[in-house]
């Protein structure tokens, strides 16, 4: 059964024009904005102009309408969330597209959690969204209150593609809080592989430790979830980086020297001792 105006309760506060925006009827929109834009900026109960609810649910064509009759592009709800947040948050990026073109603030936060539009995009997933946030310069180091960064909620939510986005865009793989935790963190305790892989190519530190104990790194915290392919995903990296240093460490020692003066058995022992930590422990070897 269709929803009409008329049985929307009083108490909601709902305007005709807050029920045509929401529901996407661009041209009632306009028929009521012919009428006079004394409603546009009216407020239902939850704080929602008519551009709050058209964004939130994607409708492009009422957006438009109601910017060309001058809506607030940042109108805030009852959380401080704006068109944009309600955008992003639902990966509408022709409706983020339009508002961006508009002036909206990229940065703005919602007073709940402190969430921005890249980190309520980055943390769904919706990677067209990212892209537009961080062409239009959005801060890839906000902090919400939780507390995590755009990175975080991708890498926790495992978006391979929008990890991707952000650190080519340089958000910092070491973002940590008071707790320390940094998005090796929580890609490796939820077993995402291929974040993880994107994080060590991107020089994450191995073992950063967090917790009242200072004792959980990203290979214990996947360990613990029983995400054994990560574990040793980050335990190969970690080998691979060792027997790099000591390679550039002592390999120049004797390339340069001349062959008559080189000394097998020294040269066997630095061989022995690079596959040693190829194979081997590598935590020993600092």
């Given at each position: 059964m269709e929803l009409k105006y008329e049985d929307i309760p009083e108490n909601l506060k709902y305007t005709p024009l807050h029920f045509a925006s929401a529901n996407g009827d661009a041209r009632e929109v306009g028929n009521l904005l012919k009428l006079g834009s004394s409603e546009i900026e009216a407020k239902t109960f939850q704080k929602n102009t008519a551009l709050n609810l058209a964004a939130n649910k994607g409708h492009a064509d009422v957006v438009r309408k109601l910017l060309a009759a001058g809506a607030e592009v940042d109108t805030r709800d009852q959380i401080n969330k704006t068109p944009l947040h309600n955008a992003a948050c639902w990966g509408h990026a022709d409706v983020v597209?339009?508002?961006?073109?508009a002036g909206a603030d990229k940065d703005a936060k919602e007073s709940e959690r402190g969430f921005t539009a890249l980190i309520y995009a980055a943390g769904?997933?919706?990677?067209?969204?990212?892209?537009?946030?961080?062409?239009?310069?959005?801060?890839?180091?906000?902090?919400?209150?939780?507390?995590?960064?755009?990175?975080?909620?991708?890498?926790?939510?495992?978006?391979?593609?929008?990890?991707?986005?952000?650190?080519?865009?340089?958000?910092?793989?070491?973002?940590?809080?008071?707790?320390?935790?940094?998005?090796?963190?929580h890609a490796a305790n939820k077993g995402h592989g291929e974040v993880v892989q994107i994080l060590l190519a991107a020089g994450a530190i191995l073992d950063p430790r967090v917790g009242p104990c200072t004792h959980f790194t990203p290979s214990s915290m996947a360990e613990r979830a029983g995400h054994l392919q990560v574990v040793a995903m980050i335990?190969?990296?970690?080998?691979?980086?060792?027997?790099?240093?000591?390679?550039?460490?002592?390999?120049?020692s004797f390339t340069f020297m001349k062959p008559k003066t080189l000394d097998a058995r020294i040269v066997r022992k630095c061989m022995e001792c690079l596959e040693k930590v190829s194979s081997g422990d590598y935590q020993r070897f600092k």
């Open positions: 597209k339009i508002l961006l073109a769904n997933g919706y990677s067209t969204v990212v892209q537009m946030l961080l062409a239009a310069g959005a801060n890839t180091e906000a902090w919400t209150t939780d507390p995590c960064t755009a990175l975080h909620a991708a890498c926790l939510g495992g978006h391979t593609e929008v990890v991707r986005q952000l650190v080519a865009a340089g958000a910092d793989i070491h973002a940590s809080a008071e707790d320390g935790v940094m998005p090796l963190h335990r190969e990296e970690a080998r691979r980086r060792a027997t790099s240093v000591l390679i550039a460490r002592y390999m120049p």
